[in-house]
């Protein structure tokens, strides 16, 4: 029995042991990325833990930040929530880090923002996400609902003349507070009720066969649309069955927010020619600031020799491209501030710092969310989008329900 | 492909723009430049204008496609860019709407070359772009491709103005496609319901009722739905005939929806079918429990992947030939599900065939691997499939969709299922297995090598799971998650279906898939999906042996 | 065959003196000695075990204590149960219904009800949430609402013999369908963001350094108290029955014992205690939804069992800690390449240490025994 | 003559499609030791599981009296542990005992007794259970091997145990398939000798092939025939072996 416990505790040093944190080193600062290496999550993920890397190397070239190169800490949440919450402790109540990019999904934020909160941390967010949050410790780079989603659907709206709403989404957070937010404005631009069909389906459902035949019908008048918050994978047996029932883009085309460059590469692209996003940032966006982001970002990757990554046919999209231009909000904000420390760094971030990116201008507000361009695309064959339409300097408001009457 | 077809668009657009009957050519060009508050009005002006330049001009404007060029000091020239013949840098030419003539350096007399960022497109805003649809649809009724003129026809109709009434009156006495025809029809109905002649329009109901229109059916119950004293409302006959209508039409439509849910189950059935049937050989004959079995079937999507990217190396993308590549990667996937199999069966499942609890737990292993090395060998997103145009589309009987891929998958199902039915039962490899299965240790006295049988086995059930995975690509994702989607509900086929019976899969199959299709139009895709998996648990109450359990007579 | 010690007989004595001891001084260290040094020793002290380990430990103690639930139902009762995580999750929900209610109006919209109802429209606090407010209430839910949905299961389910494979399929069932349920937001549990953003507990701030360590403290008496009970089930008559049950159920239901109602029994003990444990996990990582009580999570648990050693009560808790540790290591250390240590590790065990890390030492000195003698020779084996 | 212990009447048991059990009759009375032969599919094993609530017949009555009264209580309504307990005993064909178990607590297990969850939660033995454990042990010959695990047992060995276990719980009616398969000329003797003691304080089944163990135990009382299901015919062990019927279907295939 002796030997069993001591068998246990021998397991445990060991885990302390390889958990005590290493020395500081004096020249560099230690910034955190936490994203999801593995699970289901790492399909989406794991392009931005590139993208950071890509930042840190650029900036690192060019003398760091405040004369301190970056150290990236970068660890695995696993597309396992509880999972997040401990390695954000980890970074930040071991590794002592400065900055933490990270997360993709609300549940892993919701989950990390009271570690951020209680140790007085900074994470940047970059992906679009349902708003209603704002914690002092988090900085928003993503696309709020107003971001997107009214967009998107006034394009539809104004551009297109569409009548009848068809909002399809998996079945969490993001979709249902979207959506949410869209009845409302699509009420007040007198929508009746009885044109909007709300139809969620689970994650990972691969049988999309029912939502299209119902689409169909839906759409037999000529004037409905779709406007979609589908979730990854599930997009795949969506537009497929979609395109099978021969309903066509002209006829009935789709909006979707979560389907960007990067989930091109494992959709049948054909099948979705000609229906829409709205992103912040469009690869095809012809800017010099996007065209040396592409240029640098590619010939990194060429040379990278960060395990398993991947080297070809890479796309950027707009979740990349608010990572990276987190990171650079941070670098100005800590040179503004001349200071690492976080709440110095937060007035900085908060007395409205500029980047100019490949997307555009983005400007920091004092609600932690970004002013940026929203831009409508279209899909075309080889998995970029045509640019339709840009709004310029969207404001970034995270509470947006109720607001439209 | 497409690069073949712009170019094709492109010199028709340039031929049209060449022939110029110069009074209309004038009108539309001075559309283009029009001051901007008269712009709408001018482009709405051109409806019914013939001029061979007016719908390729008009439709690139819409797309923002349509440019200023601007040549030396003469003032900026409307033109359309086309494809420089021979020429390798992708540089366009100019071809002026006016003459449809390249635009030329003054200097040189040489055919300027752009490229379309230099130039500024004409702008076009949202008003305009309708505008620009509604002439462009009048035009689309007379347009030699049958989709463009259905398509016009069909939104005429909805936008029921009576003065469309004779150009689609005009067109309906020379057209002769049938499905032009009847869109018509039902385009001219619509507009009638709205005619001054009560008999007109009754006439009108009658004949969309007939049609089965979905879209008249909604403006049918708007119309019912209004008070007897607002203007437009139904005069008591029409309210009795659109009532009537009412009803036809949806009747008509909730018939279609129950087949369409039987062939819409019948499919889901066979999709699951599929992806059971590999694990009723190495689960419910064999008794491992292959936590792994997802992972196999997306061994076979790669493979499929891999398959139709050779094809597209070799013989090009838009080619015949690609076209074939899923036959061919159905036997390949086949055999690499089983090599896959194979390895696992001599490298784990081996030693458990007398613990299958632990069997879960050394398979669950091997699919973490495995999903990790699909990881690092095809990355970690999902990999772009594209169907074969043969299984792309679909077609429609009575107004119930049957989807290709969906039909394909029924039908291969049917095959499979044959097949193994042929493998178990007509073949000495077959009696093999049903004598190993059923005492392990009495074939091997009776001399049957056992392992060999196992080893084949496992590799037959794999195999068919590299099947559903090839299969299951063309209707969804393929990634390395992708076989954690499938997996539980393929156990639950088999348990549900007894284990050890084949058939009883089949039929377990089929049955899920039909109720979960009939409950989701009910309760939604969420619930109904929760619902069908507690059915189950309470089936398996009422039958714990399955729909065909197998009886033993030994004690456990 | 040598004739074999005298070994276990009806009722062996509960733990012998130097088994107390070994039982005593750990459980001493781990529960007062570690929080002690964590409390009292300056944050650089090397000795000081850091808030961020404390915290680590505590959540591997829950972790242990539903792998003990699990080896309880699959090494002596034989009832391989893929549904644990659930019964794990569902503790964790009731508790941290309780957490949200005790958030007060710190919430985002400085509202009394939490967060996710305000935002999805809710007028008032739905009825079933508020007894939820009384620590006592929601502690009895924790047991309760687990114990309930495992004695309608395994009513179910024992009452039409299901068993060996069938019945861990059919759990895994109800675990995915539960799931399901919970990550739709109509179910009115937060889906998939779940519960979050705690504050406190029994008045006391989450996350101050003392309410970790007491939750600590609380986790290890935990595993204590139910390695105990556990212990006790074990050595009793009705052990040695669940053994039979796990080795022949019909020749125990042939002696006269229901042996539904044993099973019955055991499940919904251990899906109680199970739910204690996940309430206990709740507040110390900060968040439940319904990605917890996925089969996944439960196979995992199975994992930890088998790595640690089934059929034995220290087995479970060795694998729980071992591979949640290294899991916390490799996920920093080896990010890419984590997934084929972890899965590489249950193969491994499952092929060639079938009793777990606890056989071990026996079967180094069997193999330390093998090398001094010739293999030759008649062994008295 | 008393009322019958047991009694089946007119049963009959399919599955799938064959009849295993066919309107079968019979009745076992107090203290009566009965052998059952039969050949290979004769439905002996299915009349034990019929009697014991494996399984459940498709028509007919079975009926069991628990005082002297006339069999009263429905044997169909009731699963395997309620039978148990009303004390219907029953030994497999192939010996099933605790494999990982010490011989001890095999029969610890099988101890007449409270077999509710809490009983054996808080069971204690006390001594007169005791000295009822070691006399089994010494009247089934394992007295030396308690602490065995019984799976390290011989077959012989193993059979024995699990007659002891029967024993334990103090049946009134013991139903007992193939005790003495697997076991030396010797040990069946023995074996049957025992089946011989315990004739009169219980009511026993036996059902056996090895016509000399048969003819060892039947020693002047019936044996049944079993023949497709049904009784053939029944009677003192001399009688049946002449009855050129069992002779036909039996006797003639030329075992024994």
Same mark, same amino acid.
């Given at each position: 029995?002796?030997?069993?416990?001591?068998?246990?505790?021998?397991?445990?040093?060991?885990?302390?042991? =390889?958990?005590?944190?290493?020395?500081?080193?004096?020249?560099?600062?230690?910034?955190?990325?936490?994203?999801?290496?593995?699970?289901?999550?790492?399909?989406?993920?794991?392009?931005?833990?590139?993208?950071? @890397?890509?930042?840190?190397?650029?900036?690192?070239?060019?003398?760091?930040?405040?004369?301190?190169?970056?150290?990236?800490?970068?660890?695995?949440?696993?597309?396992?929530?509880?999972?997040?919450?401990?390695?954000?402790?980890?970074?930040?109540?071991?590794?002592?880090?400065?900055?933490?990019?990270?997360?993709?999904?609300?549940?892993?934020?919701?989950?990390?923002?009271?570690?951020?909160?209680?140790?007085?941390?900074?994470?940047?967010?970059?992906?679009?996400?349902?708003?209603?949050?704002?914690?002092?410790?988090?900085?928003?780079?993503?696309?709020?609902?107003?971001?997107?989603?009214?967009?998107?659907?006034?394009?539809?709206?104004?551009?297109?003349?569409?009548?009848?709403?068809?909002?399809?989404?998996?079945?969490?957070?993001?979709?249902?507070?979207?959506?949410?937010? !869209?009845?409302?404005?699509?009420?007040?631009?007198?929508?009746?009720?009885?044109?909007?069909?709300?139809?969620?389906?689970?994650?990972?459902?691969?049988?999309?066969?029912?939502?299209?035949?119902?689409?169909?019908?839906?759409?037999?008048?000529? +004037?409905?649309?779709?406007?979609?918050?589908?979730?990854? +994978?599930?997009?795949?047996?969506?537009?497929?069955?979609?395109?099978?029932?021969?309903?066509?883009?002209?006829?009935?085309?789709?909006?979707?927010?979560?389907?960007?460059?990067?989930?091109?590469?494992?959709?049948?692209?054909?099948?979705?020619?000609?229906?829409?996003?709205?992103?912040?940032?469009?690869?095809?966006?012809?800017?010099?600031?996007?065209?040396?982001?592409?240029?640098?970002?590619?010939?990194?990757?060429?040379?990278?020799?960060?395990?398993?990554?991947?080297?070809?046919?890479?796309?950027?999209?707009?979740?990349?491209?608010?990572?990276?231009?987190?990171?650079?909000?941070?670098?100005?904000?800590?040179?503004?501030?001349?200071?690492?420390?976080? #709440?110095?760094?937060?007035?900085?971030?908060?007395?409205?710092?500029?980047?100019?990116?490949?997307?555009? $201008?983005?400007?920091?507000?004092?609600?932690?969310?970004?002013?940026?361009?929203?831009?409508?695309?279209?899909?075309?064959?080889?998995?970029?989008?045509?640019?339709?339409?840009?709004?310029?300097?969207?404001?970034?408001?995270?509470?947006?329900?109720?607001?439209?009457? | 492909?497409?690069?073949?077809?712009?170019?094709?668009?492109?010199?028709?657009?340039?031929?049209?723009?060449?022939?110029?009957?110069?009074?209309?050519?004038?009108?539309?060009?001075?559309?283009?430049?029009?001051?901007? +508050?008269?712009?709408?009005?001018?482009?709405?002006?051109?409806?019914?204008?013939?001029?061979?330049?007016?719908?390729?001009?008009?439709?690139?404007?819409?797309?923002?496609?349509?440019?200023?060029?601007?040549?030396?000091?003469?003032?900026?020239?409307?033109?359309?860019?086309?494809?420089?013949?021979?020429?390798?840098?992708?540089?366009?030419?100019?071809?002026?709407?006016?003459?449809?003539?390249?635009?030329?350096?003054?200097?040189?007399?040489?055919?300027?070359?752009?490229?379309?960022?230099?130039?500024?497109?004409?702008?076009?805003?949202?008003?305009?772009?309708?505008?620009?649809?509604?002439?462009?649809?009048?035009?689309?009724?007379?347009?030699?491709?049958?989709?463009?003129?259905?398509?016009?026809?069909?939104?005429?109709?909805?936008?029921?103005?009576?003065?469309?009434?004779?150009?689609?009156?005009?067109?309906?006495?020379?057209?002769?496609?049938?499905?032009?025809?009847?869109? /018509?029809?039902?385009?001219?109905?619509?507009?009638?319901?709205?005619?001054?002649?009560?008999?007109?329009?009754?006439?009108?109901?009658?004949?969309?009722?007939?049609?089965?229109?979905?879209?008249?059916?909604?403006?049918?119950?708007?119309?019912?739905?209004?008070?007897?004293?607002?203007?437009?409302?139904?005069?008591?006959?029409?309210?009795?005939?659109?009532?009537?209508?009412?009803?036809?039409?949806?009747?008509?439509?909730?018939? %279609?929806?129950?087949?369409?849910?039987?062939?819409?189950?019948?499919?889901?059935?066979?999709?699951?079918?599929?992806? =059971?049937?590999?694990?009723?050989?190495?689960?419910? /004959?064999?008794?491992?429990?292959?936590?792994?079995?997802?992972?196999?079937?997306?061994?076979?999507?790669?493979?499929?992947?891999?398959?139709?990217?050779?094809?597209?190396?070799?013989?090009?993308?838009?080619?015949?030939?690609?076209?074939?590549?899923?036959?061919?990667?159905?036997?390949?996937?086949?055999?690499?599900?089983? !090599?896959?199999?194979?390895?696992?069966?001599?490298?784990?499942?081996?030693?458990?065939?007398?613990?299958? &609890?632990?069997?879960?737990?050394?398979?669950?292993?091997?699919?973490?691997?495995?999903?990790?090395?699909?990881?690092?060998?095809?990355?970690?997103?999902?990999?772009?499939?594209?169907? *074969?145009?043969?299984?792309?589309?679909?077609?429609?009987?009575?107004?119930?969709?049957?989807?290709?891929?969906?039909?394909?998958?029924?039908?291969?199902?049917?095959?499979?299922?044959?097949?193994?039915?042929?493998?178990?039962?007509?073949?000495?490899?077959?009696?093999?297995?049903?004598?190993?299965?059923?005492?392990?240790?009495?074939?091997?006295?009776?001399?049957?090598?056992?392992?060999?049988?196992?080893?084949?086995?496992?590799?037959?059930?794999?195999?068919?799971?590299?099947?559903?995975?090839?299969?299951?690509?063309?209707?969804?994702?393929?990634?390395?998650?992708?076989?954690?989607?499938?997996?539980?509900?393929?156990?639950?086929?088999?348990?549900?279906?007894?284990?050890?019976?084949?058939?009883?899969?089949?039929?377990?199959?089929?049955?899920?898939?039909?109720?979960?299709?009939?409950?989701?139009?009910?309760?939604?895709?969420?619930?109904?999906?929760?619902?069908?998996?507690?059915?189950?648990?309470?089936?398996?109450?009422?039958?714990?042996?399955?729909?065909?359990?197998?009886?033993?007579?030994?004690?456990? | 065959?040598?004739?074999?010690?005298?070994?276990?007989?009806?009722?062996?004595?509960?733990?012998?003196?130097?088994?107390?001891?070994?039982?005593?001084?750990?459980?001493? %260290?781990?529960?007062?000695?570690?929080?002690?040094?964590?409390?009292? !020793?300056?944050?650089?002290?090397?000795?000081?075990?850091?808030?961020?380990?404390?915290?680590?430990?505590?959540?591997?103690?829950?972790?242990?204590?539903?792998?003990?639930?699990?080896?309880?139902?699959?090494?002596?009762?034989?009832?391989?149960?893929?549904?644990?995580?659930?019964?794990?999750?569902?503790?964790?929900?009731?508790?941290?219904?309780?957490?949200?209610?005790?958030?007060?109006?710190?919430?985002?919209?400085?509202?009394?009800?939490?967060?996710?109802?305000?935002? &999805?429209?809710?007028?008032?606090?739905?009825?079933?949430?508020?007894?939820?407010?009384?620590?006592?209430?929601?502690?009895?839910?924790?047991?309760?609402?687990?114990?309930?949905?495992?004695? %309608?299961?395994?009513?179910?389910?024992?009452?039409?013999?299901?068993?060996?494979?069938?019945?861990?399929?059919?759990?895994?069932?109800?675990?995915?369908?539960?799931?399901?349920?919970?990550?739709?937001?109509?179910?009115?549990?937060?889906?998939?963001?779940?519960?979050?953003?705690?504050?406190?507990?029994?008045?006391?701030?989450?996350?101050?350094?003392?309410?970790?360590?007491?939750?600590?403290?609380?986790?290890?008496?935990?595993?204590?108290?139910?390695?105990?009970?556990?212990?006790?089930?074990?050595?009793?008559?009705?052990?040695?029955?669940?053994?039979?049950?796990?080795?022949?159920?019909?020749?125990?239901?042939?002696?006269?014992?229901?042996?539904?109602?044993?099973?019955?029994?055991?499940?919904?003990?251990?899906?109680?205690?199970?739910?204690?444990?996940?309430?206990?996990?709740?507040?110390?990582?900060?968040?439940?939804?319904?990605?917890?009580?996925?089969?996944?999570?439960?196979?995992?648990?199975?994992?930890?069992?088998? %790595?640690?050693?089934?059929?034995?009560?220290?087995?479970?808790?060795?694998?729980?800690?071992?591979?949640?540790?290294?899991?916390?290591?490799?996920?920093?250390?080896?990010?890419?390449?984590?997934?084929?240590?972890?899965?590489?590790?249950?193969?491994?065990?499952? /092929?060639?240490?079938?009793?777990?890390?606890?056989?071990?030492?026996?079967?180094?000195?069997?193999?330390?025994?093998?090398?001094?003698?010739? *293999?030759?020779?008649?062994? =008295?084996? | 003559?008393?009322?019958?212990?047991?009694?089946?009447?007119?049963?009959? $048991?399919?599955?799938?499609?064959?009849?295993?059990?066919?309107?079968?009759?019979?009745?076992?009375?107090?203290?009566?030791?009965?052998?059952?032969?039969?050949?290979?599919?004769?439905? $002996?094993?299915?009349?034990?599981?019929?009697?014991?609530?494996?399984? $459940?017949?498709?028509?007919?009555?079975?009926?069991?009296?628990?005082?002297?009264?006339?069999?009263?209580? #429905?044997?169909? #309504?009731?699963?395997?542990?309620?039978?148990?307990?009303?004390?219907?005993?029953?030994?497999?064909?192939?010996?099933?005992?605790?494999?990982?178990?010490?011989?001890?607590?095999?029969?610890?297990?099988?101890?007449?007794?409270?077999?509710?969850?809490?009983?054996?939660?808080?069971?204690?033995?006390?001594?007169?259970?005791?000295?009822?454990?070691?006399?089994?042990?010494?009247?089934?010959?394992? +007295?030396?091997?308690?602490?065995?695990?019984?799976?390290?047992?011989?077959?012989?060995?193993?059979?024995?145990?699990?007659?002891?276990?029967?024993?334990?719980?103090?049946?009134?009616?013991?139903?007992?398939?193939?005790?003495?398969?697997?076991?030396?000329?010797?040990?069946?003797?023995?074996?049957?000798?025992?089946?011989?003691?315990?004739?009169?304080?219980?009511?026993?089944?036996?059902?056996?092939?090895?016509?000399?163990?048969?003819?060892?135990?039947?020693?002047?009382?019936?044996?049944?025939? @079993?023949?497709?299901?049904?009784?053939?015919?029944?009677?003192?062990?001399? #009688?049946?072996?002449?009855?050129?019927?069992?002779?036909?279907?039996?006797?003639?295939?030329?075992?024994?």
């Amino acid at each position: 029995m002796l030997k069993k416990i001591t068998q246990t505790l021998g397991a445990g040093a060991f885990a302390l042991g =390889a958990l005590a944190s290493a020395l500081h080193a004096a020249e560099t600062v230690k910034v955190g990325v936490l994203h999801s290496l593995s699970g289901t999550m790492a399909i989406s993920e794991t392009s931005l833990r590139d993208v950071l @890397l890509f930042t840190f190397d650029e900036i690192n070239a060019k003398g760091g930040v405040l004369g301190k190169k970056i150290e990236p800490v970068v660890v695995d949440g696993a597309s396992n929530w509880p999972l997040f919450a401990e390695k954000a402790k980890q970074l930040l109540e071991q590794d002592k880090t400065a900055v933490t990019f990270g997360c993709w999904t609300s549940v892993s934020r919701k989950s990390v923002l009271p570690v951020y909160e209680q140790n007085n941390g900074l994470l940047f967010y970059p992906v679009q996400y349902e708003g209603e949050e704002l914690s002092k410790n988090i900085f928003y780079t993503a696309e709020a609902v107003g971001q997107q989603a009214t967009p998107g659907v006034d394009y539809l709206l104004n551009e297109l003349g569409k009548k009848k709403f068809y909002l399809l989404g998996s079945d969490y957070v993001y979709p249902r507070t979207t959506n949410l937010v !869209l009845k409302e404005y699509l009420a007040s631009k007198k929508i009746p009720a009885a044109n909007i069909k709300e139809v969620y389906t689970p994650f990972g459902h691969t049988d999309y066969q029912q939502i299209v035949a119902e689409i169909k019908q839906f759409a037999a008048s000529g +004037d409905a649309c779709v406007v979609s918050t589908l979730n990854g +994978d599930t997009n795949v047996p969506f537009f497929r069955e979609l395109a099978n029932a021969g309903i066509k883009s002209e006829d009935c085309p789709v909006m979707s927010f979560s389907v960007s460059e990067d989930e091109f590469r494992g959709l049948p692209t054909k099948d979705l020619v000609g229906h829409l996003g709205a992103w912040s940032y469009f690869m095809s966006l012809d800017t010099p600031a996007n065209t040396a982001f592409k240029k640098n970002f590619f010939a990194w990757l060429e040379k990278s020799t960060v395990p398993g990554i991947e080297k070809k046919g890479r796309v950027t999209n707009s979740p990349m491209v608010l990572s990276y231009v987190g990171v650079y909000l941070w670098k100005a904000a800590v040179e503004k501030a001349g200071s690492f420390e976080v #709440d110095k760094v937060r007035a900085a971030l908060e007395s409205g710092v500029v980047f100019d990116g490949p997307g555009g $201008k983005a400007t920091m507000q004092k609600n932690h969310h970004m002013t940026k361009n929203v831009y409508i695309g279209e899909t075309l064959a080889d998995g970029q989008f045509k640019i339709l339409k840009s709004y310029e300097g969207v404001y970034g408001e995270p509470f947006l329900k109720g607001t439209f009457k | 492909m497409l690069r073949t077809l712009s170019i094709f668009l492109f010199l028709l657009a340039a031929a049209a723009l060449s022939a110029a009957p110069d009074a209309s050519r004038a009108r539309l060009l001075a559309a283009l430049v029009a001051p901007a +508050d008269q712009q709408v009005a001018a482009v709405r002006a051109l409806v019914g204008l013939e001029d061979a330049a007016l719908v390729p001009t008009l439709t690139a404007w819409r797309a923002a496609e349509l440019y200023l060029v601007t040549t030396g000091t003469a003032s900026p020239v409307p033109a359309l860019l086309a494809p420089l013949p021979g020429d390798a840098d992708g540089r366009l030419q100019a071809l002026a709407v006016a003459d449809g003539l390249p635009v030329k350096d003054p200097a040189t007399g040489q055919p300027l070359t752009f490229a379309p960022k230099e130039l500024k497109a004409l702008d076009t805003t949202a008003p305009l772009r309708r505008a620009i649809r509604d002439v462009l649809e009048v035009a689309g009724v007379a347009d030699p491709s049958p989709a463009v003129r259905r398509e016009s026809i069909e939104r005429l109709g909805q936008s029921r103005k009576a003065d469309h009434l004779p150009l689609l009156q005009a067109r309906l006495a020379i057209e002769f496609s049938p499905a032009v025809r009847s869109a /018509l029809q039902d385009a001219i109905a619509f507009i009638q319901l709205a005619d001054p002649a009560v008999e007109v329009r009754l006439q009108a109901i009658t004949d969309l009722a007939a049609a089965h229109s979905l879209a008249a059916a909604a403006r049918f119950k708007e119309q019912i739905a209004l008070p007897a004293d607002a203007p437009g409302a139904a005069s008591p006959v029409e309210l009795a005939a659109l009532k009537t209508a009412v009803k036809t039409i949806e009747d008509h439509w909730s018939r %279609v929806n129950f087949f369409g849910n039987l062939f819409r189950g019948l499919s889901a059935g066979s999709v699951l079918l599929l992806i =059971a049937l590999g694990l009723a050989i190495t689960f419910g /004959l064999m008794g491992v429990i292959n936590m792994a079995h997802g992972e196999l079937m997306v061994v076979g999507a790669y493979a499929t992947f891999v398959v139709q990217n050779l094809f597209a190396a070799a013989f090009g993308p838009g080619s015949l030939a690609f076209n074939f590549y899923f036959l061919a990667a159905l036997p390949v996937a086949f055999a690499a599900a089983a !090599l896959v199999g194979l390895v696992i069966e001599r490298g784990v499942i081996q030693f458990l065939y007398k613990r299958p &609890l632990e069997s879960l737990l050394a398979t669950w292993g091997v699919s973490l691997a495995l999903q990790q090395t699909f990881r690092l060998v095809f990355g970690p997103a999902n990999v772009q499939i594209n169907a *074969p145009a043969w299984l792309q589309g679909g077609t429609a009987l009575y107004d119930v969709a049957f989807a290709y891929n969906r039909l394909f998958v029924i039908g291969f199902a049917v095959l499979v299922v044959f097949g193994v039915w042929l493998v178990l039962n007509r073949t000495p490899l077959g009696l093999l297995v049903r004598a190993v299965m059923q005492n392990r240790q009495m074939a091997s006295c009776i001399g049957v090598k056992t392992t060999r049988v196992n080893m084949l086995t496992f590799a037959f059930g794999s195999g068919l799971a590299g099947l559903a995975g090839a299969c299951l690509s063309q209707l969804g994702n393929v990634g390395p998650g992708m076989g954690q989607l499938h997996i539980i509900d393929a156990f639950m086929v088999v348990v549900s279906g007894g284990v050890g019976n084949v058939l009883g899969s089949v039929a377990a199959s089929l049955g899920i898939g039909v109720t979960d299709q009939l409950l989701q139009p009910v309760l939604g895709a969420v619930m109904g999906k929760i619902l069908v998996l507690f059915a189950i648990i309470l089936f398996l109450q009422w039958r714990p042996g399955g729909l065909f359990p197998t009886r033993s007579r030994s004690l456990d | 065959m040598s004739a074999p010690a005298k070994l276990s007989d009806v009722e062996p004595r509960f733990f012998t003196r130097a088994q107390w001891a070994s039982f005593i001084v750990p459980t001493l %260290v781990l529960a007062l000695l570690l929080p002690l040094l964590n409390a009292l !020793l300056p944050a650089d002290s090397l000795l000081r075990p850091s808030d961020f380990t404390l915290n680590l430990y505590g959540k591997y103690a829950t972790y242990a204590v539903l792998a003990l639930g699990v080896d309880l139902l699959w090494g002596y009762l034989g009832i391989l149960s893929l549904g644990q995580a659930l019964f794990f999750s569902l503790g964790g929900y009731a508790f941290g219904m309780h957490l949200l209610l005790m958030i007060g109006k710190d919430g985002q919209y400085k509202s009394d009800l939490p967060d996710y109802m305000v935002f &999805l429209g809710y007028k008032a606090l739905p009825a079933h949430w508020e007894p939820f407010y009384s620590f006592p209430f929601a502690l009895a839910a924790v047991l309760l609402v687990p114990a309930l949905l495992a004695f %309608v299961f395994g009513w179910l389910a024992f009452r039409s013999r299901i068993k060996g494979v069938y019945l861990s399929i059919l759990t895994q069932a109800l675990t995915y369908a539960a799931a399901l349920l919970f990550f739709r937001n109509d179910f009115g549990f937060g889906g998939n963001n779940g519960f979050t953003d705690f504050k406190r507990v029994l008045g006391a701030d989450l996350n101050s350094p003392a309410t970790r360590r007491a939750l600590y403290i609380a986790s290890i008496a935990l595993l204590a108290a139910v390695f105990l009970l556990y212990r006790w089930l074990t050595r009793a008559k009705f052990g040695h029955l669940m053994q039979a049950i796990r080795d022949g159920e019909n020749r125990v239901l042939f002696s006269g014992y229901a042996t539904a109602r044993y099973k019955l029994f055991v499940f919904v003990l251990v899906a109680a205690i199970t739910g204690l444990a996940g309430a206990l996990y709740v507040p110390q990582v900060g968040i439940i939804n319904p990605s917890e009580m996925t089969a996944e999570k439960s196979i995992e648990a199975v994992v930890w069992v088998a %790595v640690g050693g089934r059929g034995t009560l220290i087995g479970p808790i060795i694998g729980a800690i071992f591979v949640n540790a290294l899991k916390s290591w490799a996920t920093r250390e080896a990010p890419e390449r984590w997934l084929y240590i972890l899965g590489g590790l249950f193969i491994v065990v499952v /092929l060639f240490l079938p009793g777990g890390i606890v056989s071990l030492p026996t079967k180094f000195r069997t193999f330390l025994a093998k090398l001094r003698r010739p *293999p030759s020779g008649p062994t =008295a084996s | 003559m008393s009322h019958p212990i047991l009694q089946a009447e007119d049963v009959t $048991k399919t599955y799938d499609g064959f009849r295993a059990i066919n309107a079968l009759n019979f009745y076992l009375f107090p203290g009566e030791l009965r052998t059952v032969i039969g050949p290979n599919g004769a439905g $002996k094993s299915t009349f034990f599981d019929l009697l014991t609530g494996r399984a $459940k017949p498709d028509t007919g009555t079975i009926r069991y009296a628990d005082s002297d009264a006339a069999p009263s209580i #429905d044997l169909t #309504d009731l699963n395997e542990y309620e039978i148990q307990r009303l004390g219907i005993g029953r030994k497999f064909q192939t010996p099933s005992v605790f494999a990982e178990h010490t011989v001890f607590t095999n029969l610890v297990l099988s101890l007449k007794g409270p077999r509710g969850v809490f009983a054996s939660l808080f069971h204690r033995l006390d001594s007169s259970a005791r000295d009822r454990l070691d006399s089994l042990l010494k009247l089934i010959r394992l +007295d030396d091997k308690r602490h065995w695990k019984a799976g390290l047992l011989s077959h012989g060995e193993k059979q024995w145990l699990e007659i002891g276990m029967l024993l334990a719980s103090e049946p009134r009616v013991l139903l007992v398939d193939e005790p003495a398969a697997g076991m030396t000329d010797e040990e069946t003797h023995r074996t049957g000798e025992l089946l011989l003691s315990l004739r009169g304080q219980h009511s026993i089944v036996v059902v056996e092939h090895d016509m000399t163990f048969v003819k060892q135990i039947s020693d002047g009382g019936r044996v049944t025939v @079993l023949h497709q299901g049904s009784v053939l015919c029944e009677g003192k062990f001399d #009688d049946v072996q002449s009855n050129p019927k069992v002779r036909e279907v039996y006797l003639g295939r030329g075992k024994h």
